[in-house]
C-alpha cells in the first residue's frame, strides 16, 4: 500500500473560532481559547485543525470580509498567539489549515479603498468595475447570494461593481496578474510560518465569465428558495479558467512539504471532479458536499457514493462532510439518534472525513430569536429561513456558566440544554455521542482497511446500507447502518461470519455473529469478519 499522506489519513476538524472557547471574557471565541482546547482535540484523534477566518475584518460577514490577509483581527488575538497556536498544533503531532478567502475582499481592505478611489488609480482593475447600462441600470443581471443584485453602485466614480455576496465584500479581478501574484504573496506568507494548507473559499466562483453575459433562469426556483437561484450562475461561476488558477496556487503549495489545499466547491459530482485537476494538479480535497443535501435514504445515500466513488480521477483521494457553519447541524437535520448513524457513516467511507465542532458531541441547530439574529444571510431574507447562526452558537464545554465557553455575554446564546448535553458529561459516558466519536476514529486510525481500503457496496434495502471495507491483507470490516428508526434484519451471504467490533449498542461489542443479525432502529455496527 501507497505511504498515506496526512491529509489522506487523518481526520479534519473545523472549528469556528468565534464559538470554541473565549479565553477573554469578551463573549467571543479566540485564538488563546483554542490553545486550551487543544488536548482535547488531540484526545479526540483529530489530525487537522481548519479553523474558519481570523484575519482583520468588519465582520460583515464574520471573517469572510477580511480588510487585512496578513494579521489577525484583535478579537481573536495577534500573531504572536498565533505562532503559539501552530507551534502547540505542531507539537501534538497535528495540523493547522487556515482559511483562505481569495474570491473577494473587505470592501474595508486597502486594495479596494485605492480601487474606488478613481478610475485611474492603479488598483481600479483589480476590483470588477462596469458602466451603468445606458438605462443607467445594472451591468448584468446576475445576482448577490446574499440577496439582490450582485452589482452595487458607486457614486463617486459613477461605475458598478461586482459582488458575489455582500456588497460590503466586492469580488476580486482574478484575470489581473497582481492580484493573482498578491494572494499567492499572502499564502506564502502562512505557508513561511508553517501552516500545512489551506481551506479555499468559493474556489468555483474565483473567475467569471470574459463578456459577463446574463445567467440563464432557473426553471425550478420556488419561492421559499434563496433570491440568489433565481437565476442558474452559469457565467458568473465555474468558468474554465478558474482551474489555471487552482493550478498556479497548487503549484506554489507543491514548493512546500506535505502542504495540501481543500476547495469549498458546491457543484454537482462530475464539474467538482474538475477541481481535483488535469492530472491531480489542482485542489488535494475537493469538498464533497453530497451528505449535506441528500435526503436521508439508503437508496439515495448508496447511489450518491456509488457515483462519488466512480468519478474520483485515477489518483484522486475522496473526501465526506457532515456539517459545516453554513448549513443546518446534522442532528437537527436527521434527529440525535440517527446522527450516530450518519457518524459511522462518515467514518468508515473510503476518504478524509471533516467533522464540525460540536457535531461530535450531537450539537444541535439553537433557536435565536429574531432580535438577535447576527448573519447577513438571515437579516438580508428575514422571510426565508436562511440564517446560519443556529448552527454557529458556542461549544458547551460544561456545566458551569455559559457551558465554560464564556464568563462573558456570549455572541450568540447557547442551548439551553448546555448543563445536560456538554463535553464533560459526555465524555463520562459510553453511551454519549461523543465516545461513539472517540471511538470510531480511533478504530478508524488503527485499521488500514478502514483509513484507506477499497469501499465495496454489499447491500442496500429500504432501512440498510451494507459495505465492506478492505485492503490487501488487513482484516475486513463490514459495516450496517440502519437508516430507520425501526428495528431490522440482515441476513449475511452464506460464507459471512466475524465479531462485532463497534456499535452505536456498546454492549453488543464483542459478540460473535453468524448467517443473520438482528439490528434495533438507528442502529450501526461494524464488524470484523473472519474471512
Ligand atoms: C463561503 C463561506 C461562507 C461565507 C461565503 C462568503 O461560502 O463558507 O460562510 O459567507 O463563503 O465568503
Redesign the pocket.
Known sequence: MEQQLWWQSGVIYQIYPRSFQDSNQDGVGDLRGILQRLDYLQSLGIKGVWISPVFNSPMA?FG??ISDYKNIDPIFGDLSDFDELIQEIHRRDMKLILDL?P??TSDQHPWFLESRSSKENPKRDWYIWKDALPDGSVPNNWLA?FGGTGWEWDEATQEYYYHA?LKE?PDLNWRNPEVQEAMMDVMRFWLDKGVDGFRV??MWHMIKDANFRDNPVNPEYASHMATYNQLLPVYSTDQPEVHDIVYKMRSLLDEYEERMMIG?IYLPIRSLMSYYGSDNNGAHLPFNFLLLSLSWNTHQIAAAIAEYEAAIPAGGWPNWVLG???QPRIASRIGSEQAKVAAMLLLTLRGTPTIYYGDEIGMRDVPIPFEEVQDP?GLNMPDKNLS?DPARTPMPWDDSKNGGFTQGQPWLRLDKNYVAHNVSVQDKDPRSMLSLYKRLINLRQKEASLMSGQYIPVYTDQQIMVYIRHTDGEDRFMVILNLSHRPCYYNFPSSVNGTIELSTSPELEGERIKDKISLHGDEGIIIRLNN
Open positions: 460577514d469572510y470580509d478567502v474570491n473577494h447570494m455576496f465584500q473559499d468559493v469549498e459545516n457553519h453554513d444571510q446560519r
